[in-house]
């Protein structure tokens, strides 16, 4: 089962779900998606195996997030397509195993996605 983790390092969740996932030793495979960019069609498959909409995976809080009104963009391809060129404003981390995904907030999410009972 191979398990990926899509992140940015310095991420507060990221680095508590590394911890976990080290402390229920799992092993997995991270991307920082600020130096790996998501493709389009990545992102669209994550979306579609956690079942999320791209308004469901959005950091409102962002500047960047303000500064293009993205609470204005209405249409779900031109909200994939700035968040692949502005990659602040997504959601994270993202775990990915096979044909499932899971926005790891609550960094338990991911615990129940891999099947390893939260401590």
Not at 78 to 90: D, G, H
């Amino acid at each position: 089962m191979k398990i990926t983790v899509y992140e940015k390092p310095t991420c507060t969740t990221c680095r508590k779900l590394n911890k976990l996932f080290e402390e229920n030793g799992v092993d997995y495979t991270r991307v920082n998606y600020f130096i790996e960019p998501l493709t389009e069609e990545k992102l669209r498959d994550l979306l579609e195996k956690a079942n999320l909409s791209p308004f469901d995976v959005l950091r409102k809080n962002e500047p960047v997030y303000k500064e293009l009104k993205v609470a204005e963009v209405k249409d779900s391809d031109k909200l994939i397509k700035l968040m692949i060129e502005n990659p602040s404003i997504l959601q994270r981390p993202i775990v990915e195993v096979g044909e499932r995904a899971v926005l790891a907030r609550p960094i338990e999410n991911a615990l129940e996605l891999i099947g390893t009972p939260s401590s």
